[in-house]
């Protein structure tokens, strides 16, 4: 029997995020589920996803699906193709704008909720509050990352926030790390090969929105309908 | 490894025509009303026990088929007794023939609505007749007051009736046959066809010519198997197979189950040609690996033959498997999950798309 509403991440790194967020804040159960195959992976493989999921045994009695996905340089841009693929998914609601319940259209399929990251209409990536927590946590570090970018000249016109973003927080993750100075987002709170478990603090104030939202997301439901 | 644009190439020369476009049951084992809408030319049943996958498949079966004999026989392959005993009493009559009304309830008209995409609706229904009759023959005889009403079987198509029936008299039980109409194979998920079977259909595909296309499609599984030819064995005709570094010829079935039930479904599938296909079980005794090359042959022989099939499967290994027949093909396919819902048999039914998509994402959709 499925109780649990389903969240879709755009990959292994975010649904890791939100397992250990889940675990860690205390929040409510949730189904978190990174993409099967890696051509499905990132937030052009959601329409797919969703197709495959109307199949899914027991799909009618999950309370929702929660659609993860980042902002990216343009939050509305990425909201709107979000959306193109949940229409052309076919059967399920759409929703008209992030962390808004909208309704399936036959009782068979369950409502549709968008969360976007980091936040409704901010430009970034889940990286991006990533990096605000764990720079937070090792300032040391942080300055020292700083220094990198500038000293080989990161061109943040060209290369946008996002991937700015990106780059500060994969150059914290190793310096942070030296018994795995290649762990990937998703190993930073596994704590095992060495690696310290606050890498990314998950108490930081950055995430207090996306919990809330989390905790708060049965009162969603029952307010919807 | 299955080549997806082989096998597009080959559906390009097939007909449209379906036997089954739609199709009603109502009061029909555990079924008291259920409709599926737009059937494709394969249409994968899936769904726990007891949710009516078997019995979907016996519906059709014994809509296309010329006997009420026919439910004789799926009593037989549902593992009920080979062998029964008439006896002129209702309840044992009743015995017989009451599963395969809904909940047993003989009362009700069981019937099953077909479309085809060619010659429109027919109509076939089991009833028992308001009338009946009992001779007691002259002289003392204990009275007897439970009359056996004959059962109707009766086929509806293009505006004509034909009519089989059941009845019951002193000699025995008289069972009527019409002239078939619509042909169906069905390949049971307990029932080894005879060898016998087998043969005749070899020998028909043989006359037409197609026996090397045939051995090309076993081969690509079986290669192994250098020709095929009809024997007697212990005087009864059975296919035997020549077989790479034996002397002497040897009987398919003595080759393995699951080479045995690869011939059967494929000689089915030319003896069905315009027809449907009914194959209960799919993935039973097939080694894993030779999965993907049986789903393309099954595809294969049935584009080429313009025949549909339904059938079941348990097996999530066998789903996978058609995945690389399925891709480029989706619209042909369609995916039913059987539930059972307040004691009633219900089926959710999904496109190929969607059925090919929960593959590739690993859904549990059984």
């Given at each position: 029997?499925?109780?649990d509403?389903?969240?879709?991440?755009?990959?292994?790194?975010?649904?890791?995020?939100?397992?250990?967020?889940?675990?860690f804040?205390?929040l409510?159960?949730?189904?978190?589920?990174?993409?099967?195959?890696?051509d499905?992976?990132?937030?052009?493989?959601?329409?797919?996803?969703?197709?495959?999921?109307?199949?899914?045994?027991d799909?009618?009695?999950?309370?929702?699906?929660?659609?993860?996905?980042?902002?990216?340089a343009?939050?509305?841009?990425?909201?709107?193709?979000?959306?193109?693929q949940?229409?052309?998914?076919?059967?399920?609601?759409?929703?008209?704008?992030?962390?808004?319940?909208?309704?399936?259209?036959?009782?068979?399929?369950?409502?549709?909720?968008?969360?976007?990251l980091?936040w409704d209409?901010?430009?970034?990536?889940?990286?991006?509050?990533c990096?605000e927590s764990?720079?937070?946590r090792?300032?040391?570090i942080?300055?020292?990352?700083?220094?990198?970018?500038?000293?080989?000249q990161?061109?943040i016109?060209?290369?946008?926030?996002?991937?700015?973003?990106?780059?500060?927080?994969?150059?914290?993750?190793?310096?942070?790390?030296?018994?795995?100075?290649?762990?990937?987002?998703?190993?930073?709170w596994?704590?095992?090969?060495?690696?310290?478990t606050?890498?990314?603090?998950?108490?930081?104030?950055?995430?207090?929105?996306?919990a809330?939202?989390?905790?708060?997301?049965?009162?969603?439901?029952?307010?919807?309908? | 490894?299955?080549?997806?644009?082989e096998?597009?190439?080959?559906?390009?020369?097939y007909?449209?025509?379906?036997?089954?476009?739609?199709?009603?049951?109502?009061?029909?084992?555990?079924?008291k009303?259920?409709?599926?809408?737009?059937?494709?030319?394969?249409?994968?049943?899936?769904?726990?026990?007891a949710?009516?996958?078997t019995?979907?498949?016996?519906?059709?079966?014994?809509?296309s088929?010329?006997?009420?004999?026919?439910a004789l026989?799926?009593r037989?392959?549902?593992?009920?007794?080979q062998?029964?005993?008439?006896?002129?009493?209702?309840s044992?009559?009743?015995?017989l023939?009451?599963?395969?009304f809904?909940?047993?309830?003989?009362?009700?008209?069981?019937?099953?609505?077909?479309?085809?995409?060619?010659?429109?609706?027919?109509?076939?229904?089991?009833?028992?007749e308001?009338?009946?009759?009992?001779?007691?023959?002259?002289?003392?005889?204990?009275?007897?007051?439970t009359?056996?009403?004959?059962?109707?079987?009766?086929?509806?198509?293009?505006?004509?009736?034909?009519?089989?029936?059941?009845?019951?008299?002193?000699?025995?039980?008289?069972?009527?046959?019409?002239p078939?109409?619509?042909?169906?194979v069905?390949?049971?998920?307990?029932?080894?066809?005879?060898?016998?079977?087998?043969?005749s259909?070899?020998?028909?595909?043989s006359?037409?010519?197609?026996?090397l296309?045939?051995?090309?499609?076993?081969?690509?599984?079986?290669p192994?198997?250098?020709g095929?030819?009809?024997?007697?064995?212990?005087?009864?005709?059975?296919?035997?197979?020549?077989?790479e570094?034996?002397?002497?010829?040897?009987?398919?079935?003595?080759l393995?189950?699951?080479?045995?039930?690869?011939?059967?479904?494929?000689?089915?599938?030319?003896?069905?040609a315009?027809?449907?296909?009914?194959?209960?079980?799919?993935?039973?005794?097939?080694?894993y690996?030779?999965?993907?090359?049986?789903?393309?042959?099954?595809?294969?022989?049935?584009?080429?033959?313009?025949?549909?099939?339904?059938?079941t499967?348990?097996?999530l290994?066998?789903?996978?498997?058609?995945?690389?027949?399925?891709?480029?093909?989706e619209?042909?396919?369609?995916?039913?999950?059987?539930?059972?819902r307040?004691?009633?048999?219900?089926?959710?039914?999904?496109?190929?798309?969607?059925f090919?998509a929960a593959i590739?994402?690993?859904?549990?959709?059984?």
């Amino acid at each position: 029997m499925a109780e649990d509403p389903i969240v879709l991440c755009e990959g292994n790194d975010d649904a890791a995020f939100f397992t250990q967020l889940i675990r860690f804040r205390e929040l409510r159960s949730l189904d978190v589920r990174a993409p099967t195959r890696e051509d499905h992976a990132g937030h052009s493989g959601f329409g797919r996803r969703m197709v495959a999921l109307k199949t899914e045994t027991d799909i009618e009695n999950t309370p929702a699906i929660i659609i993860v996905r980042d902002c990216n340089a343009d939050p509305g841009s990425a909201f709107r193709s979000l959306v193109v693929q949940i229409r052309e998914s076919g059967g399920y609601g759409v929703p008209d704008a992030p962390r808004r319940l909208a309704r399936s259209q036959g009782r068979m399929l369950p409502p549709i909720c968008v969360l976007m990251l980091p936040w409704d209409n901010q430009p970034g990536a889940l990286e991006t509050l990533c990096y605000e927590s764990a720079a937070a946590r090792r300032p040391e570090i942080a300055e020292c990352v700083d220094s990198y970018v500038r000293c080989v000249q990161f061109d943040i016109e060209a290369w946008g926030t996002v991937k700015h973003d990106k780059f500060r927080l994969r150059c914290l993750l190793s310096a942070a790390c030296p018994s795995e100075p290649n762990t990937a987002l998703r190993y930073a709170w596994s704590g095992d090969k060495g690696r310290p478990t606050d890498l990314v603090p998950l108490g930081h104030r950055c995430f207090d929105e996306i919990a809330n939202f989390l905790a708060g997301f049965d009162r969603t439901l029952e307010a919807r309908f | 490894m299955v080549s997806p644009i082989e096998l597009a190439s080959s559906a390009v020369t097939y007909k449209e025509y379906l036997m089954i476009t739609s199709l009603e049951l109502h009061n029909f084992r555990g079924f008291k009303l259920m409709k599926l809408d737009g059937c494709p030319r394969f249409n994968i049943i899936v769904g726990p026990n007891a949710s009516g996958k078997t019995a979907l498949l016996e519906a059709i079966f014994l809509a296309s088929a010329n006997s009420p004999e026919a439910a004789l026989r799926l009593r037989a392959w549902r593992g009920l007794a080979q062998q029964v005993e008439i006896t002129p009493d209702k309840s044992s009559f009743s015995e017989l023939w009451g599963d395969l009304f809904f909940w047993g309830v003989e009362s009700k008209e069981l019937f099953v609505l077909l479309d085809d995409s060619e010659r429109g609706s027919r109509k076939f229904s089991i009833t028992y007749e308001t009338k009946g009759e009992l001779t007691l023959p002259i002289g003392k005889q204990p009275i007897n007051s439970t009359i056996i009403a004959p059962l109707s079987f009766r086929w509806l198509s293009g505006g004509k009736e034909s009519i089989a029936e059941v009845e019951i008299s002193e000699k025995g039980m008289k069972i009527g046959t019409v002239p078939a109409l619509f042909p169906a194979v069905f390949v049971s998920s307990s029932h080894v066809i005879s060898t016998h079977e087998n043969a005749s259909r070899y020998s028909r595909l043989s006359q037409a010519g197609k026996e090397l296309d045939f051995l090309n499609t076993l081969q690509a599984i079986y290669p192994f198997i250098r020709g095929l030819s009809i024997e007697l064995n212990a005087g009864v005709p059975a296919i035997f197979a020549t077989v790479e570094g034996v002397a002497k010829k040897i009987p398919i079935p003595l080759l393995g189950g699951g080479i045995n039930k690869y011939l059967g479904i494929l000689l089915g599938i030319q003896y069905a040609a315009g027809g449907v296909a009914l194959i209960d079980e799919m993935e039973n005794g097939f080694f894993y690996k030779s999965l993907p090359q049986v789903w393309y042959g099954v595809v294969k022989a049935c584009l080429e033959t313009n025949t549909q099939v339904f059938l079941t499967t348990h097996s999530l290994e066998c789903l996978r498997a058609a995945l690389p027949t399925i891709k480029g093909n989706e619209n042909q396919f369609s995916l039913i999950r059987m539930e059972r819902r307040e004691g009633q048999c219900v089926p959710r039914v999904f496109t190929g798309h969607e059925f090919a998509a929960a593959i590739e994402q690993e859904i549990e959709f059984r």
